[in-house]
């Protein structure tokens, strides 16, 4: 990349960290040229779904509502639409394990893409230096912090101050309350952290935070393992509907139509198969957009309730995927507008901005250093012009496909805006944080 100490986007401590964020310029650039010392990403040419390089692809997912585009994709054909007709996908136990295959990758009997938590991709491709591009978001919204019964009288809520007495109590009595996230440095990890800090709770001194995977929350919950957690859906409901606790806040109160999982698969796949990766994304895009589609609600839920993916009842699903729900405290919301979205208000597109945010977040917690190029690990990662090419393929309007890598200034529910081309204030502006 030309200019690059120019544009480099830099954190460090102090003053200097201030100085060195300050011009990483993250708004406009549709480049991806700027690398962290491998080769840029190839150019990739126009998808001929006629001529895929392979039929076949081993993609991994997780039981969560928002791995419904792949599972929808599989089962209603479109992957089989787009010439790839041999698609397999592998239900993965826990996020570790899906690292893990993405490690391996299928020749070694592991997986070549996955349904994802947003900054895996990037701790991936940063720590196990296995280099992963992030080719789609799966969804915005549809997560959910829920709490034990016993905290039900503390009305705990989306101020999470009011959780401080029993926090303090806890330590008081030599023990810790206990809190559920799915993976180090990834979503849930990073809401449930937000959340307890903007209430004055430090997520690495006054509580327990370990790792839970997703289908195990609500069993962990009702031996008293877990006295909150933070999943996505059908975890949270199904919590409330065996009257095991009930849900605090949804995600989208945190941060409105904030970004969840994403889409990613192995360079060396998509480099070595490029038609076969458009095909994909064209499948996926499909399947996100019918998964909106109101009238298709029951049907996505049916088939995803199905034992070979989440293996539970659909009606656990189904509500909540409307935007319909039951908080377990009294508390009901109908047609939220903090609901799961898969193609609506842009959920799909991989805005650049967001991943800043992620690795903001991954060095303020301590799970990057504060060193991380940012802004050229995120053009080496984020492959938003493949995905911007199988929209035009698949002949998604011109309006719904946006037209800059950043959605602007967010705002979260306690007033904190993160600038995407002025990191270090928002650093700047946090209380809790380990840099």
Request: include cysteine; charge should be positive; proline fraction near 5%.
């Amino acid at each position: 990349m030309t200019n690059l100490s120019r544009r480099r986007f830099i954190l460090t401590s102090g003053i200097a960290a201030a100085s060195s964020i300050l011009a990483h310029g993250c708004a406009s650039s549709n480049s991806n040229s700027a690398t962290t010392g491998n080769a840029a990403p190839s150019a990739i040419p126009a998808a001929n779904t006629a001529t895929v390089e392979t039929t076949k692809a081993k993609l991994g997912f997780i039981p969560l509502t928002d791995a419904a585009p792949l599972i929808i994709a599989k089962e209603k054909g479109f992957f089989a639409k787009y010439g790839m007709k041999d698609i397999e996908l592998a239900k993965q136990k826990s996020w570790p394990v899906t690292r893990d295959n993405l490690k391996i990758g299928s020749s070694g009997d592991g997986i070549d893409g996955a349904h994802i938590l947003s900054p895996m991709p990037y701790l991936i491709t940063i720590k196990d230096q296995v280099p992963v591009y992030l080719l789609a978001r799966l969804n915005i919204n549809g997560q959910a912090i829920s709490v034990a019964e016993k905290l039900k009288d503390q009305k705990v809520g989306l101020q999470s101050k009011v959780l401080k007495e029993a926090v303090d109590k806890a330590k008081a009595d030599k023990k810790s309350l206990k809190v559920a996230m799915t993976f180090p440095g990834g979503t849930h990890d990073l809401w449930m952290r937000y959340w307890l800090a903007a209430g004055g709770i430090n997520p690495d001194q006054d509580v327990v935070l370990e790792s839970v995977p997703p289908p195990q929350m609500v069993a962990n919950m009702k031996v008293g393992t877990v006295d909150a957690f933070c999943v996505g859906e059908p975890w949270n409901a199904q919590l409330v509907s065996q009257k095991l606790g009930y849900t605090a806040l949804v995600t989208g109160e945190l941060w409105n139509d904030h970004p969840e999982k994403a889409f990613a698969m192995r360079q060396d796949w998509v480099d070595k198969n490029p038609n076969a990766t458009q095909a994909i994304l064209m499948a996926i895009m499909e399947a996100q957009k019918w998964c909106d589609q109101t009238e298709n609600k029951e049907e996505m839920c049916k088939i995803c309730s199905d034992r070979k993916y989440f293996n539970v009842a659909a009606a656990d699903i189904l509500e909540r995927a409307k935007g319909n729900i039951d908080f377990g405290n009294g508390r009901t919301e109908q047609n939220s507008k903090h609901r799961m979205k898969f193609w609506a208000d842009n959920a799909s597109y991989p805005y650049k901005s967001h991943d800043a945010w992620f690795l903001t977040e991954e060095i303020r917690w301590g799970y990057l250093p504060q060193d991380t190029q940012v802004k050229a690990i995120i053009d080496k990662v984020n492959r938003e012009d493949l995905w911007k090419q199988a929209a035009k393929t698949l002949g998604v309007a011109a309006t719904e496909i946006p037209a800059t890598t950043s959605r602007g200034i967010e705002t979260f529910f306690d007033g904190v805006k993160f600038d995407p081309e002025k990191p270090e204030d928002y650093l700047k502006s946090l209380q809790i944080k380990k840099v």
